[in-house]
């Protein structure tokens, strides 16, 4: 009977422990009624119309349809509106809905493609905007609210996490906020607010094979976003920082082979001529580790700091050369469009070198015309051998090989002779169509 009692006083204490547990993990769970009921106001649905043709037996004329919907939010008192490019390309006419359900017809006042970001104005004088947050004090794990217009359903709250920030998905100067908050179609342009109430990204692209929501949810960061909209409010015109090069991620054996002890920093593969990174001293080779004191983690990186600068401002570049650490200043450009080839050089007389189970020649003139690459060589043939392990293929053109420039089959037979019998060492392959990138070549 005693024994019995210590079992039944033993499973209540163990009861309680449980309910005490769940209430403390339930009370710690955030309360986003009262955040919401302020953020609410601050968001926007939005609708548009395109011209369609239309076409009777006497005539042909225009006439207007529903275009793409979205969600957008509030910057200002005087009616600005933050959205996605998007939802407002080539539309006739864009509408905003506020909170309380009155319906606006939106100016576009300026678009930026390459951020995804457009510019509205309404009219009006006393909104209610959001005010802007910190995505650099915004930490991995916080929780994060996104408010649009899924499906068309207006004002709909979604929350999660900050699951990364950073991430490159396809565009060139957008380091995007990952997040598992609930995004579908219609939620492009909204809020993502962070749990003081600021908006810290602009909802912008998923990633799923359903087309609804998989937990893979990207933000523009709000930083970025506002940078464009003062640029389009200040200029009519949005500028980027310019260097003319074309980068790559140092993987593990390219870092290994470079000299360095981990894996880090963007891989410089080519260098436009007459480029401000060219007349600031970067060369094909150099791994660029920092950026005025900021770490380049990864490649992708690169693109995204630089690209914030304004040309005409300088830059200090920590880079690697050679395995040597070194620091150049670099005065940024504007973009002037893509990355030309290095000048020709005088090829040698002799026609072909063969080399580790391939055959090369200098690049025949229809191949320099056609792709505009002037120097290297170009591999002939090959099915076999250390070259073809490394990836290396027929009509590829290899530039450098262990950071030697190569502009003929004689520059590449006199580096070769000078190569170790065993290790690794980096080669320079372009690939016509494809772009350069630099490969390793196992010696062993």
Do not use: C
Request: hydrophobic share 40%.
């Amino acid at each position: 009977m005693e024994k019995n009692k210590q079992l039944f006083l033993s499973f209540i204490v163990i009861l309680t422990s449980m309910f005490t547990v769940n209430t403390a993990a339930a009370s710690s769970l955030p309360d986003f009624v009262e955040l919401v009921e302020k953020a609410q106001p601050s968001v926007v649905s939005i609708a548009t119309t395109i011209k369609v043709p239309r076409r009777n037996l006497f005539s042909r004329s225009q006439g207007s349809s529903q275009g793409p919907s979205g969600s957008g939010f509030l910057i200002s008192k005087d009616g600005f509106v933050v959205t996605n490019n998007h939802v407002i390309d080539g539309v006739e006419k864009v509408f905003v809905r506020l909170h309380n359900g009155k319906d606006l017809e939106a100016e576009i006042v300026g678009t930026d493609a390459e951020t995804d970001i457009a510019l509205l104005k309404v009219t009006g004088n006393d909104f209610k905007p959001f005010k802007i947050g910190n995505i650099d004090k915004t930490k991995v794990g916080s929780w994060a609210l996104a408010i649009g217009a899924p499906f068309g359903f207006d004002q709909t709250v979604t929350a999660g996490i900050i699951s990364a920030k950073g991430r490159s998905v396809g565009d060139q100067y957008i380091p995007y906020i990952q997040t598992d908050v609930a995004i579908n179609p219609g939620n492009s342009g909204g809020p993502l607010i962070d749990m003081s109430g600021r908006v810290v990204g602009v909802n912008s692209k998923i990633l799923s094979t359903s087309g609804g929501s998989n937990g893979l949810s990207f933000s523009i960061p709000i930083d970025l976003a506002m940078d464009v909209v003062n640029q389009i409010k200040d200029t009519g015109q949005v500028v980027r920082g310019y260097l003319g090069v074309n980068y790559q991620e140092v993987s593990y054996d390219l870092a290994r082979s470079f000299g360095l002890d981990k894996s880090q920093g963007a891989l410089i593969n080519v260098v436009a001529p007459n480029s401000p990174a060219e007349r600031s001293g970067i060369k094909t080779g150099d791994i660029v580790l920092q950026i005025d004191g900021k770490t380049i983690k990864n490649s992708t990186e690169l693109p995204f700091i630089i690209g914030r600068y304004r040309p005409g401002q300088s830059a200090k570049l920590n880079i690697v050369r050679n395995g040597e650490k070194m620091s150049l200043t670099v005065n940024i450009g504007s973009r002037n469009g893509g990355v030309a080839e290095a000048a020709p050089s005088n090829q040698s007389n002799k026609s072909s070198f063969e080399w580790l189970g391939a055959e090369f020649k200098n690049i025949p003139e229809e191949v320099a015309s056609r792709t505009n690459i002037t120097h290297g060589v170009i591999v002939s043939s090959i099915d076999s051998g250390a070259l073809y392990d490394a990836g290396i293929r027929q009509g590829d053109i290899i530039q450098s090989v262990q950071l030697k420039t190569v502009n003929d089959i004689a520059e590449l037979e006199s580096v070769a002779d000078k190569l170790p019998r065993e290790g690794s060492v980096p080669v320079l392959v372009n690939r016509p169509d494809a772009g350069s990138q630099y490969l390793i070549l196992d010696l062993d």
